[in-house]
């Protein structure tokens, strides 16, 4: 009640529905809007953050909590994988509730902020206008797909916005609550957050300086007396936080920040200096910002050209066009926003202006990163200037209403056109991540000159079959950085191999190693190469240098248990087998579970051929790979004289895949062993009822009659059966059966 009545206004009459209608409106759209890319599958760095993160599998909370600067992610990550696997739907499900909840915060927000104005003016009389826009940019921008469809960042840059966004939130109620409980409760509840926040991303250092600004603009209100009132607090927070950060980043990582000593290399794929092996250092990358700036300011007005990756290096010097126009642009900005305060010092749209490069500041200085540009970055900052935007908005709609609509609201109108503009270009601009084809390849178009981009579109074409057409990627990105960059040597060497040209394969995998010793998937590629050729001894130790590098690499395990069987070491294939299944990242994988449950049921090892079918049957989703892994479960309970479960299994065969007269067969055979005679003369009596019979049913008929004591039809069936034509090895049963009825 206390929100509602902060919130109530001269000049509309708004209501509690006023808090709930436009942001259920807004969450309806953006859900519309994301809903087709939540079947999209993971992308980019995705992969090693999650599907190829190994321990996934085994944190949990108690040992990720304040683990490091990013531990609610981990958390969630784990969370996920235990609930839904390596299925990105609960993952990018997530991320677009991180969103909503995100977007629906800034209108909160901004609404709060500014209709508790103290002096009428255009934003406290457009508060709810102003919200509603700037929050409607911000869900509905095609920049932000960048971070809600980037799995990894969605978690990342989502949940710091949304922590930083609830701190300030309850900061502010904290500060304007009349109540003593709930001033208290309610700074607890901030202090909470803040805590909370380290554990995000590194970006959530920014929340105490917004913090501040927070107050003195819409707290204070330029009242220095009332403002110094919670300086106690707020240095407290700021307590909070980088006391946090100290602990979770280490003293020295700040030392060699601020000392202008934290120079990082560069990605491969990726170089941004001119030399892939000049380090980039803080002046470089910090010189290269401000046309990066530029960038990141405009693709909210102009959004038709973003990109994932961007063909950009770092600037030559100071003086060079690339880096002067940019600086004179934002030297502008920078005085015009003291301009600003000093006519009036609450300005709300210097508070604005000031929220995006605060926010934009530890991404877009002196703190090097092998990354010169990513939009995702904005996702936070863009909040400042998607509500300077918002007010150029409410503005137009006012000229309109005032020259146009005879003083109409005109804003319903702009709301739903936008809507419909920014969904449209969303939706399109997602299709992105439809596929890892269409992602690669859109890169190539953005980055030409990016090795990174056509090597991993020649890995999807790969994947695709499309072993030729790959060969020219490969080739470019190993002419754009073949120096040091190994990754394509090791593609295109997959890609002779699929060519049946093992020998150039074996070469190029070399120079991989040459360029990379410690790659352990092109020491696995290397060992299965030389397995394809019988060369035994260069396969095992190719295959130990893998899991020397990479202990838990299935893949390798998975290999150096094929070569074992080659060397008919069948015991020593049967542990590779089950490692890589159980103790290594091939959990997820159907041939290496098929494998593990051949080898345990050839050992007679039934308890782990149990094991390894039931994890092949929950992977399993094609046909005729379910009935497979249920033929083999029940055949497993059977050799492990589980008869009962294996007459449920084989039932639950019979019933699903009745075309397959194995499941039959084996039921039959099961009930014989039980000593169920009728159950099984009942099968067969199904069985031939449904015009399906096999060859040996007369066997398997006779053996359950002479067990119910009609030993006379038994003997009958049995000879008129070896008057037949039937195969020798049957007829040779059937004469070993009648042998033990006659006596």
Known sequence: MEIVKLTKVK???????????????????????????????????????????????????????????RWISYWLNTVNYKIAGFNPYLYRLLNVIFHLLTGIL?????????????????FKNNAFKIALFTSTLFLLHPVQTQTVSYIIQGQLEGLSALFTLLILIFYYLSAQSQSKTNKIILTLFTCVLAFLSTGTKEIAIISPFLL??????????????????????????????????????????????????????????????????????????????????????????????????????????????????????????????????????????????????????PRSSFIPSPELLMDYKTYLASIGWLFVIACAIVKFTQFLSSNFFYKNETYPYIFLFLSILLGFLTIHRNKVWRSSLEFWENIIQNA???ARGYNNYGVELTSLGKNKEAVPYFKKAIKLEGKTYWDPYTNLAIVYAALDNIDLAILTLEQSLKLNPYNPEAYNNLGAFFLH???????????????????????????????????????????????ACTKADLDHDLPGYQLYATTSIMLKKYEDAIFACKKFLQLASKKDDINEALFNLANAYFLNNNFDQAVQIFTQMTNRFPEDIRGWANLIETYIKMHKSENALEVIKKLKENGRTFQGIEIQQSICLADLGYLDLAEELLKKFLNEKQPEQLKKLAKQVLKKITI
């Open 212 to 361: 501040i600004i927070t107050d003195w603009f819409f707290i204070a209100q330029g009242d220095w007396k009332n403002f110094s009132k919670r300086i106690p607090l707020q240095l407290s927070i700021f307590g909070i936080v980088f006391l946090s950060y100290i602990y979770l980043l280490k003293p020295a990582f700040f030392l060699k920040t601020f000392g202008f000593n934290n120079a990082v290399r560069n990605n491969i794929g990726n170089i941004l200096t001119q030399n892939p092996n000049d380090l980039i250092t803080p002046y470089a990358f910090f010189i290269s910002q401000f046309k990066v700036i530029l960038h990141y300011i405009f693709i909210f007005l102009w959004p038709f050209n973003i990109s994932v990756e961007y063909d950009w290096k770092l600037a030559h010097g100071f003086f060079s066009h690339e880096v002067l126009f940019p600086f004179s642009i934002l030297i502008s900005i920078f005085c015009l926003t003291f301009y600003l305060l000093k006519k009036n010092k609450i300005n709300i749209l210097s508070f604005a202006i000031m929220w995006f490069f605060i926010a934009i500041a």
């Open 11 to 69: 000049s509309w009459n708004f209501a509690i529905l006023d808090w709930i209608i436009p942001p259920a409106i807004l969450s309806l759209i953006t859900f519309s809007v994301y809903y087709p890319s939540l079947h999209y599958p993971f992308q980019f760095d995705d992969t090693p953050n999650i599907t190829k993160f190994f321990n996934i599998r085994h944190l949990n909370f108690s040992s990720l909590f304040f683990s490091g600067p």
């Open 106 to 122: 800034v209108f909160y927000f901004i609404f709060l902020i500014l209709k508790n104005l103290k002096k009428e003016n255009f």
């Open 448 to 450: 030409p000159e990016k």
């Open 533 to 579: 050729k019988n060369e035994y001894y260069f396969a095992e130790r190719s295959f130990r240098a893998a899991l020397a590098i990479r202990p838990h690499y299935g893949k390798a395990m998975y290999n150096l248990g094929k070569l074992y069987i080659a060397k008919e070491d069948l015991e020593s294939a049967w542990a590779c087998f089950k490692n």
